[in-house]
């Protein structure tokens, strides 16, 4: 006998036998109802919701995955709210994808949806990255824009990222304002389509130019790229929509050395080299650091499908390539802004970094030691745009910011993470650094470590599935809140911040205090020696994320390894102390 949410989803799925939907659809949906009621429940029993900016979810049929009804249905609902809140004036978006199965399918349906509703569209004629889908409203005048990307999901994911008038991804009140528009699609028949094809109108490459000169703007150090042009740089787009402009920017900045990956330079949403295309595993840069190592590089790069995302690999003495984390990434970029700025300048007082929460506490005391400030928000990079958003208009300058998640930007010319300005800095940085300082960059990162201490910092994402995998992360936030640790490691827990009750309290006093801060999920607890955790469930996928930072003196580089090992070994404790192995 079913239950009753095998009942409710039985009912949804016989709307879509019933209505006006594709007749390869209705067999679909018809073969699950007789041979895979798992299946369908997944596919059916929600409806697929935004997360941090859009949707994401598994490709398939039913109100719980990707499909040209949900993103039909999504896209009217943004249509419909874009419609309320510029009444009177004529809408224009920007519509961009990356290179995953259906994207451009998807991507065209989104732009017949705005059309059919009125808009002026610029649709860009391939897959783009991301962050040019940013810079396009930004630069086009547009009021939202849509990109079609899971970023680095597996290559059954596809994914919808929804963007305002400044070029960032949505942020409250306009989230919960466009679902609640899209909440009032309940039938096909609602999503406009096939009207006003002439509104769509094609960027090209002459459009590229402009992005390209833009990420150009922020070049620091010329004349260090000019004596080492050579520098030999190994780049993979990893199948994704870098390969167009992340060779044609090292080239822009002076770089005559590049070579890409040919196996991974071939666009293929189904990602056929790697598991999951993700720059921050070792296992997905394995054949860009082979070929490194062959060729002798001095530098290996990557970026995720869309190009938002950068991974970095260093050489380092042993002549091994060394993997960076996103937060290494990030202090090296921070810092190498900051150096040159403060070289040529351009600090003054009125200038500002962004990190994220969980990202390391090491980019403050970067930040801290060049008089600049340096801002802490949300996840995600929506809430970097937000101040940035915040600050316009002021005398304060914004130099870069970034997360732990591999992502960053440098400048404000666009309001999302950039890989194609990220990867151009790192290889302008290593430049600068041998010819400055003799050091690569991996060198160059030891000096810092001994200047600021050596931070070091672990994620463990603890990954369910389905409806009971969510049910069962929720359960673990209100467990966690209702027990928190008293002691890690032997260490007292001496502060917990709470940034679903926007509220910090030290235990040692007691004293409670506001967080001045967007209200999220995430819990945080900091340890009288100095180590801190942070607790955060995914958006968009039943999935929970631990982040471990810890930190000790480093006296000299020669004391790296040892105290490394040290603090990964210290991690590795503390993830077996919380229960967490």
Not at 183 to 193: D, P
Not at 257 to 277: M, R
Not at 507 to 529: H, M
Request: aromatic share 8%; net charge negative.
């Amino acid at each position: 006998m079913t239950n009753d949410l095998e009942q409710q989803v039985l009912a949804k799925a016989r709307k879509w036998l019933e209505g006006d939907y594709d007749e390869a659809t209705k067999e679909q949906v018809k073969y699950l109802m007789e041979n895979d009621m798992k299946e369908l429940v997944e596919s059916f029993y929600k409806d697929l919701e935004f997360g941090t900016g859009g949707l994401r979810g598994i490709m398939g049929v039913g109100t719980n995955r990707m499909n040209v009804y949900t993103v039909g249905a999504a896209t009217q609902g943004l249509a419909n709210y874009l419609k309320k809140n510029f009444a009177g004036e004529p809408i224009r978006v920007a519509v961009g994808h990356d290179s995953r199965n259906n994207s451009r399918m998807f991507a065209e349906r989104v732009a017949d949806i705005f059309a059919s509703n009125g808009f002026t569209v610029f649709l860009f004629d391939a897959l783009r990255p991301t962050p040019e889908l940013s810079f396009a409203i930004r630069e086009l005048k547009c009021h939202s824009g849509v990109v079609v990307t899971a970023s680095h999901n597996p290559k059954e994911y596809n994914g919808y990222k929804a963007y305002w008038t400044d070029g960032s991804q949505v942020t409250a009140p306009h989230d919960k304002n466009i679902i609640a528009e899209v909440e009032r699609i309940t039938g096909v028949g609602q999503i406009l389509t096939g009207r006003n094809p002439e509104n769509i109108r094609i960027l090209d490459e002459r459009f590229d130019e402009k992005y390209l000169d833009a990420i150009h703007a922020l070049s620091l150090s010329p004349e260090s790229v000019k004596r080492h042009h050579d520098l030999k740089i190994v780049y993979t787009p990893l199948h994704g929509a870098g390969v167009r402009l992340v060779p044609a920017s090292l080239r822009r900045y002076g770089f005559t050395n590049v070579t890409l990956v040919p196996e991974q330079a071939v666009i293929d949403g189904n990602f056929p080299t790697v598991a999951s295309p993700n720059p921050e595993e070792r296992k997905t840069m394995s054949m860009a650091i082979d070929l490194a190592a062959r060729e002798g590089a001095d530098l290996v790069l990557a970026t995720d499908p869309d190009s938002d995302r950068i991974g970095v690999a260093l050489r380092d003495r042993d002549g091994k390539y060394v993997l960076l984390n996103g937060n290494q990434t990030l202090v090296l970029l921070m810092s190498y802004q900051l150096t040159r700025w403060a070289e040529s300048g351009r600090i003054d007082g009125h200038e500002y970094v962004v990190k994220t929460i969980v990202t390391s506490e090491m980019a403050n005391a970067v930040a801290a030691r060049f008089g600049v400030k340096c801002y802490e928000c949300l996840t995600g990079f929506k809430y970097i745009a937000k101040i940035i958003r915040n600050h316009e208009g002021s005398d304060m300058k914004y130099i870069g910011g970034g997360e732990e998640s591999f992502g960053y930007l440098a400048g404000d010319y666009v309001r999302d993470k950039d890989g194609v300005s990220a990867c151009s800095l790192a290889a302008e940085a290593a430049a600068w650094a041998m010819d400055t300082m003799g050091l690569t960059l991996y060198e160059w990162l030891q000096r810092l470590y001994v200047e600021y201490g050596l931070y070091r910092e672990g994620l463990l994402s603890v990954v369910r599935t389905g409806k009971e995998g969510a049910d069962e992360i929720q359960r673990m936030m209100v467990d966690f809140r209702a027990n928190p640790p008293r002691t890690i490691l032997g260490s007292p827990v001496v502060k917990i911040n709470d940034f679903l009750s926007l509220e910090t309290q030290d235990l040692r006093t007691g004293e409670k205090r506001p967080i001045e801060q967007d209200a999220s999920n995430v819990l945080q607890w900091y340890t009288e020696d100095g180590t801190k955790v942070s607790v955060r469930p995914s958006g968009t996928e039943p999935k929970i994320k631990f982040y471990f930072g810890v930190r000790a003196p480093l006296a000299s580089v020669d004391d790296f390894g040892r105290v490394l090992g040290e603090l990964d070994a210290k991690i590795d404790a503390i993830r077996k102390d919380l229960g967490l192995e």
